[in-house]
């Protein structure tokens, strides 16, 4: 069985095609992606008008690369799936309308798939030996959850931000300090040459359930480098990134306890972060589960995991009808239709 995915839900364009085996095991046959960001670096962020755009000049080539790349004709699909939401309206449409347009050219079922939930299948398509129930910490640039798994479309939100995403206060961090866009990855690189005990900034909520908060976490930065202009920023980038992670691991460690979950998976693009991985990896396994780090490039946006959360869709829902919207609030539990 093989499934195309395309994602377009902000600023990457992605095509994919994954096939299962009887044993239902993914395989990425294909897995091309076009970041956008440099038509966005300029602005400091993803410009939504820009980002729409960029995917219908390259959704079409995207396609053809995924399908070439596999060694897979259209003809050859058993379904075709595209990042339904959430997102931007207009990157999202472009996607959903490219799916849709190839499932009624070529009689193939259609499949709009929840881009959170997709996340949640990047580590599983990476390590098909995981069981349930698992803890899933999701944090990407939009969302920071961490879910409980039970099985395929049965999650519960344990514990979620109440105010900045951790891969937003990453980027708005960066950009209070002019690294660049997007923050993450080079927050991560120049932390790798900074002391994280130079400064002892904040761990909001540590002790109070399974939400977290990171806005007070960016204005302690923030006054932190007014009153002491010469700190140098990869003392600062290591200092900030240790108590986000610090934070991000014990809430997550806590509700594998409190559901006695057999793994941890780490999800979105922030769990590309090399001391996240690190440390949650140490501490978790320390814990007694075990830590499921997909690889970087499906962290961050990909379609393998449109494609691979599709494969689950289509077993457990059949094929979407056609009039199935693009929905840029979707929630995690919210099947798109
Ligand atoms: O999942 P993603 O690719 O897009 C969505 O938001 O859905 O996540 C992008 C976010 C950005 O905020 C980016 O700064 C962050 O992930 N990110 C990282 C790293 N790589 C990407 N944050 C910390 N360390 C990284 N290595
Ligand atoms: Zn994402």
Redesign the pocket.
Known sequence: MRILGIET??D?TAASVVERDHDGHGHILSNEILSQIAQHQAYGGVVPEIAARAHVDVADILVKRALDAAGVKLRDLDGIAAAAGP?LIGALLVGVSAAKALSLVWDKPFIGIN?LEA?LYAGLLDDPTLQFPLVVLL?????TMIIEMRGHGDYTILGRTIDD????A??KV?RYLTLGY????I??QIAADGNPTAVDFPRAMMHDGLDVSFSGLKTSVINYVRKNPTVSNTDIAASFQAAVVDVLCAKTIKAAQQVGAKGIVLG???S???A?RAQMTERGNAAGFRVALPS?AM???NAAMIAAAAWHRLKSDGPMDLSCGAYPNLKLSDVPR
């Open positions: 839900t902000c990457e997102g881009h996340h944090v990407s640039g939009g969302h995403a951790a891969g937003e990453y980027d960066a997007p923050g993450g990855p927050i991560d979105g693009g922030v590309a972060n090399s996240l970087r962290c961050t946006d």
